[in-house]
Structure formats: structure tokens, C-alpha cells
């Protein structure tokens, strides 16, 4: 039944409750209303009030419960979805508004990974070109420099030395870059090497990095391992720029159906701020796994970012 309809149903039934129980209820009404007529007439009007309103609640409580999810829904927290019963026209609406949502998280997730396939591929190139093009040609530039070092004077002997530290250092730094771009220890040795060696990178910084890992977890494959990778990249980078920690702790482990990943630190803490590129980033790949991320707070002071990557699909 159209809302309308419905509307002028349950008013026209509230009124002629009201009539019927003006009709048979032993009240009369004097031409000059008697104060004792009047509250019976109050009563009365007030119990039809209150009626109609609980009737028109009920009816229209399904709308409220759209219009706040309506308001609070998130794409990046899929499978919100409005309980459903009869198929009255509200009933419809809440029901395409589910469609709708179904659709929408369908069309994000696939445009996701898309665009993280995407980037993937762009980094691999970026880190490709890096390594064979500048790599190379400053491998040429230092054994140039070794050849020439045996033909300069003795007094120049030194600047050459540190012209060759500068040029092996930048290849030190275009090495690291792509390494970090294209995480190629992941695909030759897997996910525990490519974590340590993370662990390692981070350590370097001055800060204490606990590695706990536990032996004999399932294979995950190459896409879920990926993502438990970069989560674990900007977690670590996160706390390196934000925390001021001194300690944090990398772990992955096998928790019933879930492989976990949790980067703990004893750092200054989330203080309320904002989610930005970096935090949503997770979050995205995170969904492209079905995997549950969460930010929040650490059992070690500072901040915790857990990743739960279901398992029961593990090849
Ligand atoms: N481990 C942490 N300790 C303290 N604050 C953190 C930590 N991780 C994140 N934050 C806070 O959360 C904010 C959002 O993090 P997010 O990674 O989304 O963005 P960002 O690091 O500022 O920038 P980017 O997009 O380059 O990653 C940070 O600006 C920081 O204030
Ligand atoms: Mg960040």
C-alpha cells in the first residue's frame, strides 16, 4: 500500500474509533460546554492523539532507521544492511536501499583493486627502471672511478675516494628505494622474510623493533601476503613519523580461522586524530582480502593496528 494511503488508513480508523466511542460512551455535550464535559472531551481528544501518533510511529519507524543509516553509513564498513519485513512501500524502499548498497560496495571494491592493481604495477616499474637504469649506470660511474683511481696523483687520491663513498652511498639509497617500492624479498623468499627484513629497515631508525612470529602458518597466497606486507609497511611507517615510540611489536600469528597481524607500539597514541590517506589505504586493501582492520589502542601504550585476514580460504 502506497504511504499515503497508508497515512489516511490509520487516520481514518483513529477517527472513527473516536466517533464510535463518542457514540456509545454515555457523554453528552450542552450547547455552553460544562467544565466537566470539557475534560471529558479532553480525554477524549487526547487519547485520539495518542493513538494516531503510536499508530503513525510504528508505521513510519522503518524510515527513521533508513534515514540514520542513511546518515552513518560507511563503504569502508561493508555489509550494513536494514532489517526487512512485509513488503509495504516502505518495505520496498528499504529493501532497494539495500540493493543499492550491495551494488555500491560491489562497484568500490572492484574499482579498488583495480586501482591497487594499478599501483602495484606502476611501483614494480618505477622500481624496475630505478634498479636497471640508475643502478646500473651508477655501477658503471664507481667502476669507472676504481679504474681511474689507479691513474690519478697521489693528491687526488682522497677527493676520488669521496666522490666513490657519495656515488656507493646513492646506489645504497636507489637500491633501498626500490626495494621498498617493489618488495621483491616477498616473492623470492615470502611473507616471514619480507616482514624481517622490514623489521630491519625499521630498526635502523632507532627504534626497537620485536619481531613475534609464529612457524607454520598456512599459505596465504601472493595477494593476501601483499596486503599483510603493505599494511605492515605503513604501520611501521606510522609509528617511525607519528609516535615517538621506542618499541613496537610486529607480530603475525594463526588465531582459530584468522592469520593476525598486529603492529603494537609504546608510543604518545592515536589522541583522536583523523584517518588519512595512509590509514584509509589499509583499509581499502584490507577489504579487497575480506580481511577486518582496526586502529585503535595498544596494550603497550601507544597505538595497535590489528589485521585479521580470514584463513578458511587459505591455498
Ligand atoms: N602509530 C601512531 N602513533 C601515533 N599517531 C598515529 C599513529 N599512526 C597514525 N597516527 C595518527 O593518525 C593520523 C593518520 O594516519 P595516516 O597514516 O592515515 O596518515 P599520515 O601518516 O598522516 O599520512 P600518509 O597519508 O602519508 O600516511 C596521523 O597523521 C597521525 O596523527
Ligand atoms: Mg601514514
Not at 263 to 291: F, K, P, Q
Request: hydrophobic share 45%; glycine share 8%; aromatic share 2%.
Amino acid at each position: 500500500m502506497p504511504l499515503y494511503w497508508r497515512v489516511c488508513l490509520i487516520n481514518g480508523l483513529v477517527f472513527v474509533a473516536g466517533t464510535v466511542a463518542l457514540a456509545l460512551a454515555p457523554v453528552t455535550v450542552s450547547a455552553t460546554v460544562l467544565v466537566s464535559e470539557l475534560v471529558v472531551l479532553t480525554f477524549g481528544l487526547i487519547g485520539i492523539v495518542v493513538l494516531n501518533s503510536i499508530l503513525l510511529r510504528t508505521s513510519l519507524a522503518p524510515l527513521d532507521r533508513l534515514i540514520r543509516l542513511m546518515d552513518t553509513v560507511d563503504l569502508q564498513r561493508p555489509g550494513q544492511r536494514l532489517t526487512v519485513a512485509g513488503s509495504s512501500a516502505v518495505g520496498q524502499l528499504l529493501r532497494g536501499f539495500n540493493a543499492m548498497l550491495e551494488r555500491l560496495e560491489t562497484e568500490r571494491s572492484t574499482s579498488n583493486a583495480k586501482a591497487l592493481a594499478a599501483q602495484e604495477a606502476e611501483r614494480q616499474r618505477i622500481a624496475r627502471e630505478l634498479h636497471d637504469e640508475i643502478g646500473q649506470g651508477l655501477t658503471a660511474v664507481l667502476l669507472g672511478l676504481k679504474q681511474l683511481s689507479a691513474r690519478v696523483p697521489a693528491e687526488a687520491q682522497a677527493d676520488l675516494r669521496d666522490v666513490q663513498d657519495t656515488a656507493r652511498a646513492t646506489l645504497d639509497e636507489v637500491r633501498g628505494v626500490a626495494r621498498r617500492l617493489r618488495p621483491g624479498v616477498l616473492e623470492d623468499l615470502g611473507l616471514h622474510s619480507a616482514l624481517a627484513a622490514l623489521a630491519t629497515e625499521f630498526s635502523a631508525h632507532g627504534l626497537r623493533v620485536r619481531r613475534v612470529t609464529s612457524p607454520g602458518l598456512p599459505d596465504l597466497g601472493s595477494e593476501r601476503d601483499l596486503v599483510i606486507y603493505r599494511v605492515a609497511q605503513e604501520a611501521l611507517t606510522n609509528v617511525a613519523r607519528h609516535s615517538d615510540a621506542r618499541t613496537v611489536r610486529l607480530a603475525l600469528n594463526r588465531q582459530g580461522p584468522v592469520v593476525l597481524l598486529t603492529v603494537d607500539d609504546d608510543g604518545r597514541g592515536l589522541r583522536g586524530a583523523a584517518e588519512s590517506t595512509g590509514i584509509r589505504g589499509m583499509r581499502e586493501r584490507a577489504l579487497l582480502i575480506g580481511a577486518e582492520l582496526t586502529v585503535g589502542a595498544s596494550e603497550l601504550g601507544g597505538t595497535a593496528v590489528r589485521l585479521e585476514v580470514p584463513c578458511e580460504a587459505a591455498r
